[in-house]
């Protein structure tokens, strides 16, 4: 009974996250094929661009921003809009924040917590606030696995 639960959840979950992606395609958000966003995660597509490549896993509790409201206040020219666009193959950790006008790099993993506040390069982890690259990662890349193991 219990697995039957378990599964009966999992399934609901991946139902709510076909809407929740459908949204953000609708909202504007490019969005490749394979990639799984966490329902706690924010993507901002308000007053800018987001893209997002191909089996990306983007965890619970990270914001994706595409804006930013108080730019006036600092420069009379800037509108605020901007755009974030994160390559393949790239894992995002919880509670991230990946600010305007950045890019991350393909098969790049960012730990938890991190504020992405400049671009980060192909191939490496980076983690902190404000974001450093930590390492480099060796050729060739490993993909995301397409299916993770059963843990029950």
Do not use: Q, W
């Not at 308000?46 to 206040?73: E, F, M, N, Q």
């Not at 390492?135 to 059963?150: A, C, F, S, V």
């Amino acid at each position: 009974m219990k697995i039957i639960l378990r599964k009966m959840v999992h399934y609901f979950g991946n139902v709510l996250r076909f809407f929740h992606m459908s949204f953000l395609r609708a909202s504007g958000a490019k969005i490749g094929k394979n990639t799984m966003i966490s329902l706690g995660a924010k993507i901002d597509v308000r007053r800018g661009k987001v893209t997002i490549g191909d089996h990306c896993l983007i965890t619970h509790g990270c914001y994706i921003l595409s804006h930013d409201g108080a730019a006036h206040i600092i420069n009379e020219e800037d509108n605020g809009t901007g755009y974030v666009t994160i390559g393949d193959h790239v894992f995002i950790g919880v509670n991230t924040v990946v600010m305007r006008n950045v890019t991350i790099g393909s098969h790049s993993i960012i730990g938890a917590g991190s504020v992405v506040n400049k671009d980060i390069p192909e191939g490496v982890v980076a983690a902190g606030n404000p974001i450093k690259i930590l390492k480099t990662i060796e050729k060739p890349y490993r993909p995301l696995p397409r299916r993770h193991k059963d843990v029950s």
